[in-house]
């Protein structure tokens, strides 16, 4: 198969390039080996929009975060996509910590911060009166904020899709190569695809994909870091991000609230050889929880809904690389896209998307379509929005996951997406749908029967995430035909 622009990465990165190359006239391919968009480091992070303090002063890092944090409240209310500006604190317990932080905040000032400062104990337990009372002063950035990771990779993906971007899921590409007619070769799990602009945006497998094309090799850490997650039905501890003081493995272990009002503890940071490798350990979970007890004295898991982890691409000159493969003409990158990732995406997609715009002489659309709309959840409506909501679709009065209040006629919009669900936990994500205390227990098989209707495909073939997560092995009519 030709297209013009092949980008291999279908995380935040890949999808919010692909939304900015929609805008000019050419034929774009995004293929990723998962089964949906968002399954790499991108939905499973802290979500935190950084505000900027922590990258050293001249790196792609602390410029790209800087811009992107500008960009997330006007781009979030434009996708439509959860997003609030809570704050966050840094706090520091000895005089060691307190020079960390003078540092952090001189830092912050000279990446362009806007009102970061130094505050004393007394006024940390004035805003966060759960912190450590053994706290001795912390860093305030009142622009830190929080959002949907996943939710806004949806997002961004749909608007490329509805800007003509196809979306090829489940396809692994083993190989990369340039063929006598100056096209890129890239052989993936399906076959061949040939394209004239190649863009890696491959996470974790960035840097296997970058050695394929150069000689000049890269790096990548595969840096684990797991999270509890707590019901949001017990009260927020803190209304700010607490972070401590960071160390050479990354920001630390924050308690922060998410943007859907759940508690979250984490991340550890532990070098792994195997970056699939998303599973959680006794070990990094009770690291969790000690750390975030530093924090947050009170810190107890029986609110716990689910724990998790995510991947970091830490590359091991420690900044972002982003831009032309050096040496190869036509092909691009975004390798040791880490933390803060994703809060400089947005950033760091016009920043390569207008670059390959500009050298590849692309041509501005006339018909670029705006970010479709999705109706407000039913669970943020008020009780007259659910109840038009109802009388113009039935299906809205048919309530499915009942701890996170979602409908029939939302799973089903979700499936309908331009780059719709099409698994149980791709439900989930996009609707919330199994996000609350029982964790799907009650609606994940009324999920598997709408998906299964939605898909045309038998309920046997509905997974959880992709591949062999099946959720049934066969009909129990079947089992008795064949006499099992
Ligand atoms: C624990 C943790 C906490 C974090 N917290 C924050 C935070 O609070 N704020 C912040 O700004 N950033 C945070 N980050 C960083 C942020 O999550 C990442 O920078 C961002 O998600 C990277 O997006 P991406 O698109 O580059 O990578 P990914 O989301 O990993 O996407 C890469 C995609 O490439 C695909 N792929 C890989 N190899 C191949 C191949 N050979 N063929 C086809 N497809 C392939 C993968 O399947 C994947 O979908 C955190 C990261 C982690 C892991």
């Known amino acids: 198969m030709y297209t013009d622009i092949l980008i291999i990465g279908a995380g935040v990165v890949g999808c919010a390039v692909a939304r900015v190359l929609s805008r000019y006239q050419a034929d774009i391919t995004v293929l990723d080996r998962a089964d949906d968009v968002a399954e790499g480091a991108s939905k499973a992070n802290s979500g935190i929009v950084h505000a900027g303090f922590d990258a050293h002063p001249g790196t792609l890092k602390a410029r790209l975060n800087v811009e992107g944090a500008k960009m997330y409240p006007a781009l979030s209310a434009e996708l439509g996509v959860p997003y609030g500006q809570c704050g966050a604190l840094v706090i520091g317990f000895t005089p060691e910590d307190r020079a ?53 990779t949806f997002a961004l993906a749909d608007h490329a899709a509805v800007n003509g971007v196809h979306f090829q899921l489940n396809e692994e590409v083993t190989a990369l190569s340039r063929g006598k007619d100056g096209l890129w ?15 890696n ?84 979970l009770s690291f969790v929880l000690e750390k975030s007890r530093l924090t947050w004295p009170g810190a107890v898991i029986r609110g716990a809904i689910t724990n998790f982890s995510g991947i970091r691409a ?30 400089s995406a947005p950033a760091i997609a016009e920043m390569l ?3 390959i715009a500009q050298e590849q002489g692309l041509q501005q659309k006339a018909d670029y379509q705006p970010a479709p709309r999705h109706p407000r959840p039913f669970y943020a409506m008020t009780a007259e929005e659910r109840a038009a909501a109802v009388k113009a679709d039935p299906l809205y009065g048919r309530l499915v996951c009942r701890c996170e209040v979602v409908t029939e006629a939302e799973i089903r919009a979700a499936i309908r997406r331009p780059v719709g669900a099409t ?41 959880k995430c992709g591949g062999n997560s099946r959720l049934l092995t066969g009909t129990i009519l079947d089992a008795m035909k064949e006499g099992n």
């Open 100 to 152: 960390t932080l003078e540092n952090l905040v001189r830092q912050g000032e000279e990446n362009g911060v806007p009102g970061v400062r130094l505050i004393e104990r007394d006024e940390v337990l004035r805003m966060e009166p759960n912190t450590n009372p053994g706290v001795l002063c912390a860093l305030y950035a009142p622009t830190s904020g929080l959002t949907s990771p996943y939710e806004l």
């Open 185 to 199: 070769h890239v052989a993936a799990t399906s076959g061949e695809y040939t394209c004239r602009v190649l863009v």
């Open 201 to 284: 945006c491959a996470g974790v497998g960035s840097a296997v994909l970058h050695n394929m094309l150069s000689g000049d090799k890269l790096t990548i850490i595969n840096r684990r870091g797991q999270y509890y997650l707590l019901d949001r039905m017990n009260p927020m501890p803190f209304h700010m991000t607490m972070f401590q003081c960071p160390t050479k493995m990354g920001k630390g272990v924050l308690v922060s609230p998410t943007v859907h009002g759940n508690t979250l503890l984490g991340p550890s940071a532990e070098d792994i050889p195997d970056g699939l490798d998303v599973s959680t350990t006794a070990e990094g």
């Open 314 to 343: 830490h590359e091991a000159g420690g900044d972002f690389v982003i831009g032309p493969v050096k040496g190869c003409e036509n092909a691009y990158e975004t390798v040791g896209i880490e933390s803060p990732g994703l809060s």
């Open 353 to 355: 998307g207008s670059m």
């Open 423 to 463: 698994t149980i936990d791709g439900v989930k994500r996009r609707t919330r749908a199994g996000m609350g205390r029982c964790q799907g227990g009650f609606c994940s098989p009324r999920v598997a029967e709408i998906l299964s209707e939605e898909l045309g495909v038998p309920l046997t073939e509905i997974t």
